[in-house]
């Protein structure tokens, strides 16, 4: 045969295939994970200013332009912390209050706990399991923006939002979130016309995101909050098929939405000195969702890049570790005279093995001898004698020579390579005759 499987070397190879397939696969999510801070490559879609969309909007557009995005504003409010008092603080009343003196022409809704669970009860029943299963009631907030985006369309701003103009010049825009200008994408203000096929997959993987990360912040974050956005938001460019030369195109998996759908842009909000100004928006104090671990996770935010060379850094040097471990205990154990351990264990599970009854009892016998004849190296014969000896650790010619040794009803070791086959004859027959006093772990095979 061409090729021949060795069972003892599957064995072997087997822990370091799945080593490979773990690490390949840990791999693969860090940098689905590294993708969400925008850590390998800027986020997809387009990067604009507030400025750079008053600019573009005092210009004058194309007469062909219209607005898409109807004009309505959603603001949630879900008093967990004070059940069935449904008035607004002060500070949000008055961020309220300015969206509504800035779009005086606009529909602006507010949304309680009742009616919020009445609304998906009566469009999207199939979501209420994952609704009222979330672990923090901030999560139902987040997700209930995503189907309200879905459904009506219009701008959702948090009650720590505020307007400082009209919001029409942001009707022009399908679909888009801001940016803090570091990190993940945010889900504080977001728009869009609806039915469009970024909110549908916001709004259709929540199910088979929720996980338990066991940290509040990230369950947060990464299950329902702006972590979550982030993600969706990469998988919608790639998604989109885009065709040279044409107006938009479709998204795979949502091609019965139609097409026509292009990148989309998310509206730079730094907050940190020297950023692009603010426009169209306000801040206020907010924060109702923090828990212990909510300032951890924006220092890593801030060292990201840093942390991630450590961290690789740490894994090169644990491979570099194991891998040095495992020569080392092989170049000891070949030392040694060690069989493989597979082979041990098999050869101990068997009993098949049986030796030839016509053999000389005495550690130089006839078999040993005739064995010895076909093999090279020179050493004294250890049980004694006249003349010189040789010990042999190396394998047999032809297989009817193992044969001679080795009987049974199946040689279960065929697929072993010779020099390994006549090592395990040799211990074999030291084993059976008492020879050895460690049984398969060492060799004295002698012509």
Known sequence: MLFQVRPWRLVTALPWVLAVLVAGFFVTRLVGFLHIFG??????????????IELAHNRGRDPSDR??????????????????NDTLP?????????????????????????????????NYPWFLPTYDG?????????????????????????????????????????????????????NNIMGGQSGHPYFHLLTENLAAWDWNWLLPYVIISYCSG?????????????????????????????????RGWRPLHHVLMDMRDGADPWVYFTQVRGGTWSNWDSDIFPWIGDHLPELAGAAALASGLVAWFC?????????????????????????????????????????CGDVQREQGKR???????????????????????????????????RNPLQNLPR?????????????????SQRGLASVDFYD
């Open 90 to 122: 002060g500070h949000w009343a008055h961020a309220r209050e300015s969206c509504r003196l800035h779009n005086p022409d606009w529909e602006h809704k507010i949304w309680y706990t009742d009616n919020s669970r009445e609304f998906l009860r009566d």
């Open 419 to 435: 020099h390994n086959l006549e090592l395990y004859q040799a211990v074999a027959k030291n084993f059976i005759s008492g020879q």
């Open 39 to 52: 850590v390998l490559q800027p986020h997809s879609g387009i990067r604009i200013t507030q400025g750079e």
């Open 375 to 409: 093999l090279r190296g020179d050493r004294p014969c250890e049980a004694g004698g006249d003349g010189p000896k040789r010990k042999h650790r190396t394998g047999v010619d032809t297989k009817e020579d193992a044969n001679q040794v080795l009987v049974g009803h």
């Open 67 to 84: 607005p898409v995005v109807p004009r309505i504003t959603h603001q949630i409010f879900h008093a967990w912390k004070h059940p069935g």
């Open 323 to 363: 891998l040095w471990c495992v020569r080392r205990r092989r170049t000891r154990d070949r030392g040694k005279g060690y069989l493989p351990l597979a082979v041990e264990e098999h050869a101990l599970a068997s009993r098949r093995v049986q030796y030839l009854t016509s053999q000389d009892s005495s550690p």
């Open 134 to 186: 979330y672990k923090f009631p901030i999560q139902r907030i987040d997700v209930l923006r995503y189907f309200l985006l879905r459904h009506y369309g219009g701008i959702y701003l948090d009650l720590d939002n505020g307007c400082a103009a009209s919001l029409d010049p942001l009707t022009y825009y399908p679909a888009f979130t801001t940016d803090g200008g570091r990190g993940a994408l945010s």
């Open 226 to 258: 702006q972590w979550y956005v982030t993600a969706m938001w990469e998988r919608y460019h790639r998604l989109l098929q885009l065709t040279p030369g044409s107006a938009g195109g479709s998204v795979a998996g949502l091609e019965s939405l139609g």
